[in-house]
């Protein structure tokens, strides 16, 4: 619990009115490439959805309808360890909420955690027992949102984070123990938690459950790590290891190798940086082919104007570079290399070229990945895909309160 009582300052998110012009100017200055014979997407995004995204930033979305609901919670802005972090918070309403941190990965905002933090925090508003609330922290990472930019920090990533993390929960705020979840970048960031202070948390909640040396070594750029698919593969799971990989290939590759060069392009061009973001909303969300069956218009262009205003493309991209650049080491050499109770999500749309949903937690535990974790939890689901507190928020819920039953 904390030490104390909340006394922070609370600062509210607003961008100013100078910064919401520039964009509206920029945007309506858009040059567009041809991009001829591209409306199935084989080249990338289609202009003809981009235009209509980007004529509806221009005319329909309303900025300050979209800060007037992020500013329905708290927020702060506090320097930790000379990085400046904005979180969203929410106090837990019940007899003994715990404190919660949730990190997001890319291309999410903190906002991507926006379904969850109610139930969470009130469970009995929503049919919960609120012996289980949690007073939920909603940082955005360093480099993204209103967590950027750094340029006294150009060496961000995960592990670094994680102390940042830690600080923030302990020294600043003034818990003694505290829970944490994450999906995407923020699982390794909660992983490495686990990993180095899993004596001050209650136990974690993630998806995807990689190894925090994921970005280790001289090929992290290749989803593939080089390997070839072998000759006695059968077609139609070829054809799925292929498919999945090109999910990833580009954005990896560029995110790990380059993404400096590519930020000049998407910090001058706001169309260019949603296009970059947009493939990734629309590649790795289970939307059955229409992306606003997950994220409606203004979703996409909330999260996208949250990393425009801030210049955030740049940083957040770059955490990958860094993620390689600087490799994870251990803090310790125990086993399992994340002592922390560990709950895992899966998603059947994340699931492994041939490996059905039913098998998808056999799968794990058969793996290299799975000794790593102090696992004590494990759910798939069927539906859902990479954003998964934002598109199977409820099922999210669910698996966090059952992770942290009996360890409060």
Not at 42 to 59: P, Q
Not at 230 to 247: H, L
Request: hydrophobic letters at 40%.
């Amino acid at each position: 619990m904390t030490t104390a009582p909340f006394a922070l300052e609370p600062c509210p998110i607003h961008v100013t009115d100078e910064a919401l012009a520039d964009l509206q100017s920029r945007l309506k200055s858009t040059r567009w490439p041809v991009d001829a014979g591209n409306d199935d997407w084989f080249y990338g995004v289609s202009r003809k959805y981009l235009e209509e995204l980007v004529g509806y930033w221009i005319h329909e979305f309303d900025w300050r309808k979209a800060e007037k609901a992020i500013n329905a919670y708290e927020h702060y802005k506090v320097n930790v360890d000379g990085v400046s972090v904005h979180f969203m918070r929410k106090p837990g309403t019940g007899p003994n909420p715990i404190p919660l941190i949730l990190s997001h990965g890319w291309p999410w905002t903190f906002w991507h955690w926006s379904k969850v933090i109610d139930p969470l925090a009130d469970p009995g508003a929503f049919g919960g027992d609120p012996a289980e609330a949690f007073d939920v922290i909603v940082p955005s990472l360093p480099g993204f949102g209103f967590s950027a930019p750094l340029p006294n920090n150009p060496d961000m990533n995960f592990w670094k984070i994680a102390d940042l993390w830690h600080t923030l929960m302990t020294d600043i705020l003034g818990y003694t123990k505290y829970a944490a979840g994450g999906c995407d970048v923020g699982a390794l960031v909660t992983g490495q938690l686990g990993h180095k202070y899993h004596d001050e948390l209650y136990a974690i909640h993630i998806g995807s459950a990689q190894k925090l040396s994921f970005f280790n070594g001289d090929r992290a750029w290749d989803f593939a790590g080089g390997r070839p698919i072998p000759d006695n593969i059968p077609e139609p799971i070829r054809a799925e290891i292929v498919k999945f990989d090109r999910r990833f290939a580009s954005h990896l590759a560029v995110h790990v190798l380059d993404p400096g060069t590519l930020a000049y392009g998407l910090s001058d061009s706001p169309a260019g940086m949603l296009a970059w973001i947009l493939e990734r909303w629309v590649k790795w969300s289970d939307n059955h082919g229409n992306v606003e069956n997950v994220f409606s218009k203004d979703d996409i262009l909330t999260h996208a104007t949250i990393f425009w205003v801030n210049n955030a493309i740049e940083t957040s991209m770059r955490g990958y570079a860094n993620a390689n650049r600087y490799p994870w080491t251990p803090s310790h050499h125990r086993s399992p290399v994340i002592e922390a109770p560990t709950g895992i999500t899966f998603v059947g749309y994340e699931n492994p070229p041939g490996i059905p949903t039913e098998n998808r937690v056999h799968h794990f535990l058969d793996s290299d990945r799975a000794p790593w974790y102090n696992h004590v939890n494990i759910s798939v689901h069927e539906h859902g895909g990479h954003f998964i507190p934002w598109e199977i928020p409820d099922k999210w819920v669910e698996d966090l309160r059952r992770t942290f039953r009996g360890r409060r």
